[in-house]
């Protein structure tokens, strides 16, 4: 059974940069048939997809064109897990945060979710 | 605004049948294979139905989904009361540089 664990601050400053951080169980982070997500809820923006890290003999990353220019996802094998930065932020950024492993099509396993919000 | 059109409420009273539309476009729907998800705020949302119409491990099969074309539905048989719940599609869009994308909800209520 696949298990994603979420952790990170729930309040970030304006302009600040968000860091949450998925550990995972049941799975590895360098799986060759798996993709790590990062997704968002708001009231405003639904369900939003934030981008992904996956490793098929190298590491590769796609982003949303929305907030490719502020966001990082990295995998760390050592603590299999993956985390997500995102620079910049504003209210706008204000959301539930899930993690989510990919695997074909589908997006099957998902983290509890963490409110970030942004404020000062 | 979501990419997915779903409608933000629907209700049954128990052992009702129930059918949440979810709409897209061909570059997304049209093109891939979708997903229905149930969600309880504060918890990690539940695969129901993946590639259209699997049912994983687990899930019952008063859960159904079905797709036509750039439309995709999902079906409760049987209504129980446990089954109030936020329900989503979603699916991979191939347009720009490809994304997931989801509707935007639909809140049912077990009469």
């Known amino acids: 059974q696949v298990q994603l664990q979420q952790s990170g601050p729930g309040l970030v400053k304006p302009s600040q940069t968000l860091s949450l951080t998925c550990a995972i169980s049941?799975?590895?982070?360098?799986?060759?048939?798996?993709?790590w997500n990062w997704i968002r809820q708001s009231p405003s923006r639904g369900l939003e997809w934030l981008g992904r890290?996956?490793?098929?003999?190298?590491?590769?990353?796609d982003y949303a064109v929305s907030v490719k220019s502020r966001i990082t996802i990295n995998p760390d094998t050592s603590k299999n897990q993956f985390s997500l930065q995102l620079n910049s932020v504003t209210p706008e950024d204000t959301a539930v945060y899930f993690c989510?492993?990919?695997?074909?099509?589908?997006?099957?396993?998902w983290g509890q979710g963490t409110l970030v919000t942004v404020s000062s | 605004q979501s990419v997915l059109t779903q409608p933000p409420s629907a209700s049954g009273t128990p052992g009702q049948r129930v059918t949440i539309s979810c709409s897209g476009s061909?570059?997304?729907?049209?093109?891939?294979?979708v997903n229905w998800y149930q969600h309880l705020p504060g918890t990690a949302p539940k695969l129901l139905i993946y590639?259209?119409?699997q049912r994983p491990s687990g899930v019952p099969d008063r859960f159904s989904g079905s797709k036509s074309g750039t439309s995709a539905s999902l079906a409760i048989s049987g209504l129980q009361s446990e089954d109030e719940a936020d329900y989503y599609c979603?699916?991979?869009?191939?347009?720009?540089?490809?994304?997931?994308?989801f509707g935007g909800g639909t809140k049912l209520t077990v009469l």
């Open positions: 989510a492993r990919e695997v074909g099509a589908d997006l099957d396993y």
């Open positions: 049941g799975d590895s982070v360098s799986s060759n048939s798996a993709a």
């Open positions: 890290t996956y490793y098929r003999s190298k590491w590769f990353n």
């Open positions: 061909s570059s997304n729907i049209g093109s891939n294979p």
């Open positions: 590639s259209n119409n």
């Open positions: 979603a699916t991979w869009d191939d347009s720009l540089n490809g994304s997931w994308v």
